[in-house]
């Protein structure tokens, strides 16, 4: 694939869209982007302008679009090439309502792949995410892969990993009804460099950290991944061959919550910052009155782990390392007075 025409790409406004935005205008496409509020246009195209060449600022155009409502769809997509759609809201604490999170997850997918079909568009790339892939009863048994489902069922207490299962079942489903190339992405937990001061909660997770707010953390671990590695997968899943029909798990490691604390008090040896684990009954109490503690407590003793080996391979990722996607994220904070 060589860079010509356009492309499309929802949720342009988050952490990970704007990256991607970034990186297909840096490979030489046009871009149209849909944001949720008009506002937000502005705001996206102050965070990729200054990594851009004027002549490349030129091609990003936007669209208003809510993953909950049917307006503009169908016109948004007219003339594109193919469609990136990352948009999904993504909290750390569990909302009130699961269909905060399901049902613009779930219907934005839809909606999404139905117009792209509808405007002739037959290339998707989806962001799904690695939880989509994790059993929580087979964690430490052996790293996770594209072979692997999350059982959106057996997760009726996180809306966020429901969400993800159901709306990347759904694009596989809606692909075949209606012929569509899909390809998924499924990152880890993304950390990395903010484009600006909207980063969202992976790397709301670092700043929090970095603030000393607690004395201790869960021990619990995550994969990781840096954002420029996820949008960079983007990117390769569009322009390689032998992509179409597959998902990619796209991660470069595992760390403990408690080793994010020892990795950055190196780096920031003056700040207050918890480097030891919190024993569960301590966790328990504080749950009580966190909400982002409480939705932590099921994975704590455990550490997730998921492979790459696919996304090495067939997509040619060099992955950046844990410790330096979550360092990279801390210095856009520390530089920016956002901590």
Not at 96 to 124: H, N, Q
Not at 307 to 314: C, D, L, N, Y
Request: net charge positive; charged share 25%.
């Amino acid at each position: 694939m060589t860079p010509e025409g356009l492309v499309f790409v929802t949720g342009a406004s988050g952490f990970l869209g704007k990256h991607v935005v970034l990186t297909l205008l840096q490979a030489g496409y046009s871009v149209r982007a849909s944001v949720r509020d008009p506002a937000m246009a502005e705001q996206v195209r102050k965070a990729v302008a200054p990594h851009l060449d004027p002549d490349r600022d030129s091609r990003l155009t936007f669209v208003t679009l809510d993953l909950t409502r049917d307006e503009g769809w169908g016109q948004a997509m007219e003339g594109a090439t193919a469609i990136f759609h990352t948009a999904s809201p993504f909290p750390i604490a569990q909302p009130k309502d699961p269909d905060e999170v399901i049902r613009p997850a779930v219907d934005g997918t839809r909606r999404a792949l139905e117009a792209a079909s509808g405007a002739g568009i037959s290339r998707v790339i989806l962001t799904s995410s690695s939880i989509a892939m994790i059993q929580t009863e087979r964690l430490g048994i052996r790293p996770f892969d594209e072979s692997d489902w999350a059982d959106a069922c057996g997760t009726p207490n996180w809306p966020y990993a429901r969400s993800k299962v159901l709306a990347e079942r759904l694009a596989w489903e809606l692909s075949a009804k209606k012929g569509l190339r899909l390809t998924t992405i499924n990152p880890s937990f993304i950390l990395g460099p903010p484009l600006d001061d909207r980063f969202g909660s992976s790397v709301g997770l670092v700043r929090r950290v970095l603030r000393g707010r607690d004395p201790m953390v869960p021990h619990m671990g995550f994969s990781v991944v840096d954002v420029r590695d996820v949008a960079l997968a983007h990117l390769r899943a569009w322009e390689r061959p032998g992509t179409e029909g597959e998902r990619f798990a796209v991660a470069c490691g595992s760390l403990w919550l408690d080793d994010y604390g020892r990795i950055l008090k190196a780096a920031y040896p003056n700040r207050r910052m918890p480097t030891r684990a919190a024993p569960k009954p301590l966790l328990r109490l504080m749950a009580l009155f966190d909400r982002e503690i409480r939705a932590s407590l099921p994975g704590v003793g455990h550490l997730e782990e998921v492979s790459s080996e696919k996304a090495r391979r067939i997509l040619g990722i060099d992955f950046i390392p844990p410790d330096k996607a979550l360092l990279a994220s801390a210095e856009v904070l520390v530089s920016r007075g956002l901590v």
